[in-house]
């Protein structure tokens, strides 16, 4: 009986899962200007604010990708490749011609520090936040990436909670399609 169902059974996930995922239609190959126009309307500061939902994306992604793993190497994994993505110079050479983010420009830190801080700043928040009734603690995340968006507005922060949402809902899809969630 073992080896019938291991014949039909569900089989796990590609060892390649982390680089035929996708992440850069996630990240970057994503049109910022579009996708948030509602949320970047009225910015007075729109490359930053484009700068930061870029950093808060990829922070989003690995998490999305490792809350729905049931395999921890593979979340690891597309972390690192989440990361070599934010990284690249080509990635951060498109965002400076398309929407004219120049990190370099906008902050004081060196990118690798920015990052750093920006993800732990997040994950601070989920462990603090994290509740029974609200296990993604999803408000008041987005509510921080606002504010380094440079917004203090309460709707602004509840549209970037449902994109927040969504993501991590196409993230979980994705998850089950790649077998990394059992």
Known sequence: MAFFSSLVGRRGPSPNVAREISLDDY????DYGTHYSDFLS???????????LFLFRGWAIQFGFHMFSTHPELSVSIMHETVNLLANTLVRAMLAMKYNV???????????????SRWQQYDGIFQESHTEKDRLAAFRICAAATEHCSASD??????????Y???????????LRRRILS
Do not use: C
Not at 42 to 52: F, L, P, Q, T, V
Not at 165 to 175: D, G
């Open 27 to 30: 990240l970057y190959l994503f």
């Open 42 to 52: 009225g910015m007075s500061d729109r490359a930053r604010a484009i700068a930061e």
């Open 102 to 116: 120049k990190f370099e420009q906008l902050y004081a830190d060196d990118f690798t520090s920015l990052l750093h």
């Open 154 to 163: 309460p709707v602004k922060a509840m549209l970037l909670t449902g994109d």
């Open 165 to 175: 949402l969504t993501l991590l809902h196409q993230i979980k899809e994705e998850a």
